[in-house]
T-cell receptor, first 115, second 112 residues
Framework: GAVVSQHPSWVICKSGTSVKIECRSLDFQATTMFWYRQFPKQSLMLMATSNEGSKATYEQGVEKDKFLINHASLTLSTLTVTSAHPEDSSFYICSASTLYSDEQYFGPGTRLTVT | RKEVEQDPGPFNVPEGATVAFNCTYS??????FFWYRQDCRKEPKLLMSVYSSGNEDGRFTAQLNRASQYISLLIRDSKLSDSATYLCVVKEVTGGGNKLTFGTGTQLKVEL
């Protein structure tokens, strides 16, 4: 149980385009979803926390207009990187937790490369 | 000062060795502590929680010292499959809910 999927697994896009990443909880209802970013040889950094049906809470230094997060249902959250630039190239990982447990279940990650 | 600090390694050890990793955290109000394992280009996976009384899971032993704000992980009888990056993770309760803060990880390479 507690499986989280992410799509796509990897994406290569051109600078200036927008990319949407999906995070789904497959066998449970995720009341809270988290989006992280990990640059090479660095730690996972929390970008934002989203609760179903409400606006995401962004961490300091993360531009909410650039990284659009939608958590419209209990099984799906999306992260859209708008007007992507090469410095946005990173490993984006989502995680999900339920109302009954604060353990976070991680998705497999999405590797974004912006050329 | 980083919120969660770890020695990045890499630690190269022979198969069968015992190896220990340490981690320090800066927020004394942190509530829960974990070790995660991350393989190259994969998501982190929970290895074990860390309790003040210390806890053991097979070849893995974790310890927490709240007074020193220090966490450790001991791996006995290392296997080749233990090669990975080990992440020290601290959980805090914030206004937005529970927040996990990750260390940069300690890389372990177990060799024949």
């Amino acid at each position: 149980g507690a499986v989280v999927s992410q799509h796509p697994s990897w994406v290569i896009c051109k600078s200036g385009t927008s990319v949407k990443i999906e995070c789904r909880s497959l066998d449970f209802q995720a009341t809270t979803m988290f989006w992280y970013r990990q640059f090479p040889k660095q730690s996972l950094m929390l970008m934002a926390t989203s609760n179903e049906g409400s606006k995401a809470t962004y961490e300091q230094g993360v531009e909410k207009d650039k990284f659009l997060i939608n958590h419209a249902s209990l099984t799906l959250s999306t992260l859209t990187v708008t007007s992507a630039h090469p410095e946005d190239s990173s490993f984006y990982i989502c995680s999900a937790s339920t109302l009954y447990s604060d353990e976070q279940y991680f998705g497999p990650g999405t590797r974004l490369t912006v050329t | 000062r980083k919120e969660v600090e770890q020695d990045p390694g890499p630690f190269n050890v022979p198969e069968g060795a015992t190896v220990a990793f340490n981690c320090t955290y800066s927020n004394s109000a942190s509530q829960s502590f974990f070790w995660y394992r991350q393989d190259c280009r994969k998501e982190p996976k929970l290895l074990m929680s860390v309790y003040s009384s210390g806890n053991e899971d097979g070849r893995f032993t974790a310890q927490l010292n709240r007074a020193s704000q220090y966490i450790s992980l001991l791996i006995r009888d290392s296997k080749l499959s233990d090669s990975a990056t080990y992440l020290c993770v601290v959980k805090e309760v914030t206004g937005g809910g529970n927040k996990l803060t990750f260390g940069t990880g300690t890389q372990l390479k177990v060799e024949l």
